[in-house]
T-cell receptor
Framework: GQNIDQPTEMTATEGAIVQINCTYQ??????LFWYQQHAGEAPTFLSY??LDGLEEKGRFSSFLSRSKGYSYLLLKELQMKDSASYLC???????????WGAGTKLIIKP | DTEVTQTPKHLVMGMTNKKSLKCEQH?????MYWYKQKAKKPPELMFV???????INESVPSRFSPECPNSSLLNLHLHALQPEDSALYLC??????????????FGQGTRLTVV
C-alpha cells in the first residue's frame, strides 16, 4: 500500500527551530511537496524536493532522502504566524495525484 | 497573477437543492483539480481535468458533476447532496507534468454545509 506518516502535533517556542518529519512508502516517486495550511484556509505551497539533499527558502528548508523514504521540513526563527498544519505530499506514478500525509499541527507558544 | 479564485466562499444548501461551485485561474495552467477536505484531514482528490478533458474521477458519486468550460474555468455542479458531503471544497491548478514548477496552487475553498 501507499503510506505517508507525520507526527500529529508538535509544539515549539517563538524564535526557536522546529523540524517536522515525514516518512513515506509509495509505489513510484516523482517528488515530495510541503504545504502549509492555516485553519479554515487553503493549503499554500512551501517547498518541493525531487533529488536528495536540502532545499533552502528563507526561514524554511526541506530535506529529502529517497533511499530512506524520508523528508523533513525545518522552520527557523519561529513566529506566531507559523502556527498551522504542515502537510507532506508525495507525487507517485501519476503526474496529477498526490498522496497526502495527515498533516502535522504546529503550535507556537510565546 | 498566482491566484486561484473560488466562489462562493460559503454555501448552505438543502438536500434537494442544485448549486454550483466556480473556480478560475489565469496562470495558464492546463491541469485543474477538485478536492474535498474534511476537518483535520488532508485534501482528498475528486476530479482532475487536463487540457479541459476529465482525466481522473476518483469514484465520486454522481451527485457531484464537474465541468471545464475552458482552460481557465472549472465548475462543480451539486445536486441532491447528503449532510455528510459538508466539507471544504478546494479547487487547485498546476502546470502539466512532473518536476519543479508543477506544484498545485489552491483556491481559498468553498465551505459547504448541507442541511
Amino acid at each position: 500500500g501507499q503510506n505517508i506518516d507525520q507526527p500529529t502535533e508538535m509544539t515549539a517556542t517563538e524564535g526557536a527551530i522546529v523540524q517536522i518529519n515525514c516518512t513515506y512508502q509509495t509505489s513510484g516517486f516523482n517528488g515530495l511537496f510541503w504545504y502549509q495550511q492555516h485553519a479554515g484556509e487553503a493549503p499554500t505551497f512551501l517547498s518541493y524536493n525531487v533529488l536528495d539533499g536540502l532545499e533552502e527558502k528563507g526561514r524554511f528548508s526541506s530535506f529529502l532522502s529517497r533511499s530512506k523514504g524520508y523528508s523533513y521540513l525545518l522552520l527557523k526563527e519561529l513566529q506566531m504566524k507559523d502556527s498551522a498544519s504542515y502537510l507532506c505530499a508525495v507525487r507517485g506514478n501519476s503526474n496529477y495525484q498526490l498522496i497526502w500525509g495527515a498533516g502535522t499541527k504546529l503550535i507556537i507558544k510565546p | 497573477d498566482t491566484e486561484v479564485t473560488q466562489t462562493p466562499k460559503h454555501l448552505v444548501m438543502g438536500m434537494t437543492n442544485k448549486k454550483s461551485l466556480k473556480c478560475e485561474q489565469h496562470m495558464g495552467h492546463r491541469a485543474m483539480y477538485w478536492y474535498k477536505q474534511k476537518a483535520k484531514k488532508p485534501p482528498e482528490l475528486m476530479f482532475v481535468y487536463s487540457y479541459e478533458k476529465l482525466s481522473i474521477n476518483e469514484s465520486v458519486p454522481s451527485r457531484f458533476s464537474p465541468e471545464c468550460p475552458n482552460s481557465s474555468l472549472l465548475n462543480l455542479h451539486l445536486h441532491a447532496l447528503q449532510p455528510e458531503d459538508s466539507a471544504l471544497y478546494l479547487c487547485a491548478s498546476s502546470q502539466q507534468g512532473a518536476g519543479t514548477g508543477t506544484e498545485a496552487f489552491f483556491g481559498q475553498g468553498t465551505r459547504l454545509t448541507v442541511v
